[in-house]
């Protein structure tokens, strides 16, 4: 396990190895127990939930009932706005009129990268367009 200057190459190579996994070893060991010391200072310190009393859980139950079911109504309310404006925002941008722009569906799609290079890369777009438009 130790280098020295008289070891053939392939001895070394192996010590070499066996240190490296060793190392390896080590470090996967620290991380398991780190992992589990914070799995378990979450079970000691994290938020538990508190006990509702049965009145008012009944009471929050109904609320909850009501603020559904009106959540519902507006989200329609909102969907037609929503379809609305950007059927209005394509027809602006291809330079056409809302009836020539049939919007079949709405759905929000994931963010892959930061809301910020988002930001950056359409005003980037929109300068280039001004500067198309310009010319």
Do not use: C
């Not at 950007?86 to 291809?94: H, L, N, P, Q």
């Amino acid at each position: 396990m130790i280098f020295s200057e008289s070891m053939p190459i392939g001895e070394k190579l192996l010590s070499a190895l066996s240190i490296t996994i060793l190392g390896m070893l080590v470090v996967f060991a620290v991380l398991v127990i780190l992992s589990y010391s914070l799995g378990l200072l979450r079970i000691i310190f994290g938020d538990k939930p508190k006990a509702v009393p049965a009145q008012k859980s009944e009471e929050l139950k109904t609320k909850t009932e009501y603020d559904t079911a009106e959540h519902e109504v507006q989200n329609k309310d909102e969907d037609a706005e929503l379809v609305v404006l950007i059927t209005a925002a394509i027809a602006e941008f291809e330079g056409t009129h809302n009836n020539n722009i049939i919007v079949k569906t709405i759905r929000e799609l994931p963010q892959k990268r930061s809301i910020w290079a988002s930001a950056g890369r359409q005003q980037l777009m929109a300068a280039n367009n001004i500067a198309k438009i310009r010319r």
